[in-house]
Every structure is written in C-alpha cells, then in structure tokens.
C-alpha cells in the first residue's frame, strides 16, 4: 500500500536492493518499489534484509518502522541525520532548562482545545451529556494552567483530560467499543487495540516528519528525555491525537468499517487488530493524515502530515527567538 510516500509491507518476506530499486521478496514472488517515491517504509509483519540494503535506504534518507508478529512497535531505522546543528542542540538543551515549563503547558492547553473540538462534534448531534466535559476543558484547564505548577501538576492535568475524554467514549460509541479503562501493553479490548495502534502510527509519522528538521528528537518537554525513545516526537503528537487518531476510530467505528467480530483477534488477556483491520485502519488514517486544508497565515492548503513537520518550525523559532509556542489547534487550522 502506497500513500503520498508511505509503503506498508504486510506479509513476511525479505527486502533488498536491485539496482536502483528496492525489492520484496516473498513466496508469491518478487516486488519491486521504486526508491524515489518512497520516503517511509513500515514493516508490519517479520521482514528481513541486510546492511547491504539498509545502506541504500539509508543514502535515500527513507525512515523503516518495524512492528512485529502481533502488531506491536519494535522501532524505527533513523538514517544518519544530515540536518544536524550543533548550535540549536545546545540551545534546546537550554530550552528544555529554562522554558520547560510553558512549553509542556502550551501541549496539554492543545490537547484540550482539540479534545474540546472533537467531542463538540457529538454534542451539537444531540449527546448533551457531553457539556459538563466540555465546559471543564473549556475553562477549568486554563484556568488550572494559568498558575505556577511544577511538570508533575502538568503531567496531572493531562492525564485527567485523557482519562475523562476516555471516560466520554460511553456517551456516542457502540457498547462493544466501550472503554472500562486504558490499557496499553497489551491492549486488552477493541477500544485499547486501536489507540494503541493509531498512537504508534502517529508517533512514527512524527518521527519522519522531524527528521527533516534540526531538531534533537531527544530532548523533549512534557514527556520525559528517555533513552530508546524519541521522546520530542511523542511531545508533538500529542496536541494531532484528538485530530487524526481519535476521529479515524470514531469514523470506522462508527461507520461498522471495523467490527469486534471480523477484525480483531482475542487471546488470554489481550486484543489486536487482525490483519484485514490493520489494512482498514492503516488506509483510514493514511486518508486522513494526507487531508488538507488551508493554513490561515501560509495561505495555502497543507495536509496534517505537513502540519507535524510545522510544529517542528514553530518549536525551532520559539529555541532561537523566543517565541511563544502554540501547538497546533484544529479550530484555527494551525
């Protein structure tokens, strides 16, 4: 499957290089994808090649998303970055020193504006039972975030606003999609299947799309700097997940596109997509991720993938200028 430069392979197989091509291998034959349309490559079964093709791959600065078996994330191949900057990583090291603060607060005050966004949707369809939410993301998290909090106050107030957006899921999903709590690893309901899943694709997109930048992806600001991680990427997917995560699995859901029945896979204690929902979904938040829009200060239409790389820009003016940083908002488009 190809989308604006997105390939997905699903069936196990090998890949490798013939000549200027790269080429999949697997019992149905040979397949070849040609390089220069591809700028992301996500192998979503046990796929293997060798350092002979990840040197190729790597001199075409194409990012590789790995996920196992089961559909869970193992990691992404980051090519040698060729957009390094020595200065802005010492001063966004400061940034993180000095400007942590204001920054993960501008995220969770995002977070709630797009979570307000989303759920409005619903309310002006008749799910009343929705507005106390609405009124408290309207006005009590601002209210909360104007005073002088410590990263752990803010890290709370996140957390409260996911878990009552969860929490809402009752009022407008079909009961078998219905969350009782969040359980990411494993996922253990439908509803936790497709968070975890969509949260991972978004993370990745985000990885991609920052390394275009000269940004350090691991010096973040809400999310802890952690070793194995791009922590600043899940930093700036957050404010995206109510826009392009959260409104793909309310469509298919409620649209029946997925169904408990066909599309997922129960075992023990957990539950994932199976092969025909990953397709689904995959396809759903591919459309979704290359729908564009018209950016009120570019004066042009962008797509929301182009939307993650600009909050890479913003985040870079606000480390060398000082500006104040507004993550992106789905009711003013940027």
Same mark, same amino acid.
């Given at each position: 499957?190809?989308?604006?430069?997105?390939?997905?392979?699903?069936?196990? *197989?090998?890949?490798? &290089?013939?000549?200027?091509?790269?080429?999949?291998?697997?019992?149905?034959?040979?397949? #070849?994808?040609?390089?220069?349309?591809?700028?992301?490559?996500?192998?979503?079964?046990?796929?293997?090649?060798?350092?002979?093709?990840?040197?190729?791959?790597? %001199?075409?600065?194409?990012?590789?998303?790995?996920?196992? #078996?089961?559909?869970?994330?193992?990691?992404?191949?980051?090519?040698?970055?060729?957009? @390094?900057?020595?200065?802005?990583?010492?001063?966004?090291?400061? +940034?993180?020193?000095? *400007? &942590?603060?204001?920054?993960?607060?501008?995220?969770? &005050?995002?977070?709630?504006?797009? @979570?307000?966004? +989303?759920?409005?949707?619903?309310?002006?369809?008749?799910?009343?039972?929705?507005?106390?939410?609405?009124?408290?993301?309207?006005?009590?998290?601002?209210?909360?975030?104007?005073?002088?909090?410590?990263?752990?106050?803010?890290?709370? @107030?996140?957390?409260?606003?996911?878990?009552?957006?969860?929490?809402?899921?009752?009022?407008?999903?079909?009961?078998?999609?219905?969350?009782?709590?969040?359980?990411?690893?494993?996922?253990?309901?439908?509803?936790?299947?497709?968070?975890?899943?969509?949260?991972?694709?978004?993370?990745?997109?985000?990885?991609?799309?920052?390394?275009? +930048?000269?940004?350090?992806?691991?010096?973040?600001?809400?999310?802890?700097?952690?070793?194995?991680?791009?922590?600043?990427?899940?930093?700036?997917?957050?404010?995206?997940?109510?826009?392009? @995560? #959260?409104?793909?699995? $309310?469509?298919?859901?409620?649209?029946?596109?997925?169904?408990?029945? %066909?599309?997922?896979?129960?075992?023990?204690?957990?539950?994932?997509?199976?092969?025909? *929902?990953?397709?689904?979904?995959?396809?759903?938040?591919?459309?979704?991720?290359?729908? +564009? $829009?018209?950016?009120?200060?570019?004066?042009?239409?962008?797509?929301? %993938?182009?939307?993650?790389?600009?909050?890479?820009?913003?985040?870079?003016?606000?480390?060398?200028? *000082? &500006?104040?940083?507004?993550?992106?908002?789905? %009711?003013?488009?940027?």
């Amino acid at each position: 499957m190809a989308k604006n430069h997105t390939r997905y392979i699903f069936s196990p *197989g090998e890949l490798s &290089r013939k000549d200027n091509s790269i080429a999949f291998s697997n019992k149905k034959g040979r397949f #070849y994808l040609p390089i220069r349309d591809t700028r992301e490559l996500y192998c979503m079964n046990e796929v293997s090649f060798n350092t002979k093709f990840l040197d190729f791959i790597s %001199k075409a600065g194409i990012v590789v998303h790995i996920f196992n #078996y089961y559909g869970h994330y193992s990691g992404s191949y980051y090519p040698k970055e060729n957009l @390094v900057s020595g200065d802005l990583t010492i001063k966004q090291a400061h +940034t993180h020193t000095t *400007g &942590r603060i204001e920054i993960a607060k501008a995220i969770v &005050r995002a977070i709630a504006a797009n @979570v307000h966004e +989303t759920l409005y949707h619903y309310y002006r369809h008749g799910k009343s039972d929705l507005k106390p939410l609405l009124d408290w993301l309207k006005t009590e998290v601002d209210r909360f975030l104007d005073r002088e909090l410590s990263l752990e106050q803010v890290l709370f @107030v996140e957390g409260q606003i996911w878990h009552r957006f969860y929490d809402s899921f009752r009022h407008f999903l079909r009961e078998d999609f219905v969350m009782n709590k969040r359980v990411k690893r494993p996922p253990d309901n439908p509803i936790n299947a497709l968070i975890s899943f969509g949260n991972t694709l978004l993370y990745t997109k985000t990885i991609s799309q920052l390394y275009t +930048t000269h940004l350090n992806q691991t010096i973040s600001f809400l999310h802890a700097p952690q070793e194995g991680r791009f922590s600043l990427s899940l930093d700036l997917s957050e404010a995206f997940k109510p826009v392009v @995560v #959260y409104k793909t699995i $309310f469509d298919l859901v409620g649209r029946k596109k997925l169904q408990v029945h %066909k599309h997922f896979d129960s075992k023990l204690n957990y539950c994932l997509l199976n092969e025909t *929902g990953k397709k689904i979904f995959i396809d759903a938040f591919e459309t979704r991720m290359n729908e +564009t $829009f018209m950016h009120p200060k570019l004066k042009k239409k962008i797509s929301y %993938k182009h939307a993650l790389k600009l909050e890479g820009y913003k985040l870079i003016k606000t480390i060398l200028e *000082g &500006r104040e940083f507004t993550p992106f908002l789905l %009711k003013e488009k940027q």
